[in-house]
């Protein structure tokens, strides 16, 4: 079943496109990542699902309901939270949650089993005031106000920016279990390798999506070969490649460069040769797997120049 | 000469009864990039203002650009440059009026200035909007436009604090090979980040917990000591071991 299905929703600010015919739908139950840059329209998307804007042309049906006509039995049945922390700061953590749960008219008692898993870490400090949290802290108890009156579908935007490594995993591991409950999520996300907590992911860019599907299926369906090249002096390498005539596109990944050759059996022998004659970098070339990243690179079309 | 543009020896940082960096050593190549990294709460950010001339270290002491950080700080400042993604520009001056006012503060001449911000512009391709406000420029080109003016007084170091947070990854590997036509000309870059894919761009890497460099090297050398695929794998094991989270 689908938890949301939209068809052709557009949006613009002024002259600016915000959204561009964004079909799209999400199946109950899963993990869903809007991966794409800042200025896409992701955050536009959140908001247009969960009624906080309404579409210029195009709906959705959100948990069965419509978002233009039948928002007000919708937002019972949504979490949000919103990219910039938008709890009362001079309110305590309980305070908070305690506001939360009187405009959703339930109580935290009847609902604790629901945002136990992320509130428990939020426990010893209960009577702090929200405003004293650190980052981490913030995005947890934000969280917990999202879920408190135990929607079935959950909307997080850019829910990990400027989170450190750790609590990320953390975090991941959370929603794990509050999947776990059937809750639906949708996620946005300006880093692809956030990708791999998701069931289900959209490239979004421009406003619309480029491409939708599971991690592996997008990975499946890059159908050009790719290598990686380890050397000492990537930046001279890289700019050597460039130059290279069979180079279709190259960049630099992590700590090699990856290359796709404009033919589907490239001759590696000759451009090993002509990596050592213009730089003097010797260099080791395989052939690799791709990865979201290699995906996004190529689908959206945008070369480094 | 000294090759080391950055001598720390037993760096120490207290705040009352908290020890925010403890005994800290390390040193940086000149034309390295180093990427400086750790939890949040690690001491990162005390270690950083202490390398930059703006926060004297409890005990330890250093050099910075061939300077002792204990007493020739304003040496320091000149001769480093500084980008943040939360604060490197004025949304509402132009990209103009920014490399202007930063030249300014650099002490470069109205005519340096000048002509450095012509090619600047041309480089980054935004000459066409040099008299647009800074607000209305893409996330990419105002990282890039920041990196170029914290470079533009030439310093010996550029001290990077997560610089590409929400591009593409289109833009985020622009914005790595300015990195790298930056170090190639010899300037060093230390760079903070939260992404450990971007670390693997380093050359050498450290990784702080606790207020202590708990383990330094290159990115490979880490993932063959701590058995991890990935930086990510090795910067969990030793976060997760960490007392301050």
Redesign the interface.
């Known amino acids: 079943m689908e938890a949301i299905k939209s068809e052709n929703i557009c949006k613009r600010f002024g002259t600016k496109v915000a959204l561009n015919n964004v079909t799209f739908s999400v199946e109950k139950g899963c993990i869903f990542g809007i991966i794409g840059p800042d200025g896409a329209g992701k955050s536009t998307l959140l908001r247009t699902l969960s009624t906080l804007t309404t579409p210029d042309k195009g709906t959705a049906i959100v948990n069965g309901y419509d978002i233009k006509t039948e928002y007000k039995e919708l937002r019972k049945h949504i979490g949000y939270m919103p990219e910039i922390f938008s709890l009362y700061q001079d309110l305590t953590v309980e305070e908070n949650l305690e506001f939360y749960a009187s405009i959703f008219n339930v109580s935290i008692q009847e609902n604790y089993s629901v945002i136990e898993p992320v509130f428990c870490k939020l426990e010893p400090f209960r009577k702090r005031m929200a405003g004293k949290l650190s980052g981490g802290m913030k995005q947890k108890l934000a969280l917990s106000c999202a879920l408190i009156h135990q929607p079935d579908i959950l909307f997080l935007d850019e829910p990990t920016r400027g989170v450190d490594p750790v609590s990320r995993k953390e975090f991941r591991d959370i929603l794990t279990t509050i999947k776990a409950r059937g809750i639906t999520i949708v996620l946005s996300t300006s880093y692809m390798d956030e990708a791999s907590m998701c069931d289900c992911i959209g490239f979004f860019n421009d406003g619309h999506f480029l491409q939708t599907g599971s991690p592996n299926e997008i990975i499946s369906s890059f159908s050009k070969p790719i290598y990686s090249v380890r050397c000492l002096s990537k930046y001279k390498v890289l700019m050597a490649s460039r130059q290279w005539e069979d180079t279709e596109s190259c960049y630099i990944n992590g700590d090699t460069i990856h290359i796709i050759f404009t033919q589907s059996i490239p001759d590696t022998y000759s451009f090993e040769k002509y990596i050592l004659d213009t730089t003097n970098e010797t260099i080791k070339i395989s052939k690799t797997e791709p990865t979201i990243e290699d995906c996004f690179m190529t689908i959206s079309n945008i070369q480094p120049q | 000469m000294n090759e080391n543009i950055i001598d720390i020896k037993n760096l120490t940082k207290k705040f009352g009864a908290f020890t925010a960096v403890n005994n800290i050593s390390f040193s940086v190549k000149k034309g390295e990039i180093f990427g400086f990294l750790?939890?949040?709460?690690a001491g990162k950010s005390t270690a950083i203002k202490m390398l930059c001339g703006l926060s004297r270290p409890t005990s330890g002491n250093g050099t910075v650009a061939g300077f002792d950080i204990l007493c020739e700080y304003e040496q320091i400042k000149s001769r480093i440059g500084y980008m943040s993604q939360k604060f490197s520009l004025y949304d509402d001056l132009t990209p103009m009026e920014n490399i202007t006012l930063f030249g300014g503060i650099y002490g470069l001449k109205r005519k340096d200035i000048a002509n450095k911000a012509s090619t600047l512009l041309e480089n980054l391709g935004i000459a066409d909007k040099s008299k647009q406000l800074v607000q209305s420029l893409?996330?990419?080109e105002k990282q890039k436009l920041a990196f170029s003016i914290s470079i533009l007084h030439n310093p010996q170091i550029v001290f990077l604090d997560?610089p590409t947070?929400?591009?593409?990854?289109?833009?985020r590997?622009?914005f790595?090979?300015m990195i790298?036509?930056t170090?190639?000309k010899g300037i060093t870059v230390f760079v903070t980040t939260?992404?450990?894919?971007e670390a693997?761009?380093c050359d050498r890497i450290s990784i702080m917990a606790d207020g202590e460099i708990k383990t330094l090297g290159?990115?490979?050398e880490l993932k063959n000591n701590y058995m991890a695929t990935s930086i990510?794998e090795v910067?969990?094991k030793i976060?997760?071991k960490a007392i301050r989270?």
């Open positions: 750790g939890a949040n709460g893409p996330l990419g997560e947070g929400g591009v593409d990854p289109s833009s590997r622009k790595w090979e790298y036509e170090a190639s939260h992404y450990m894919e693997e761009y290159s990115p490979q990510d910067f969990r976060a997760t989270n």
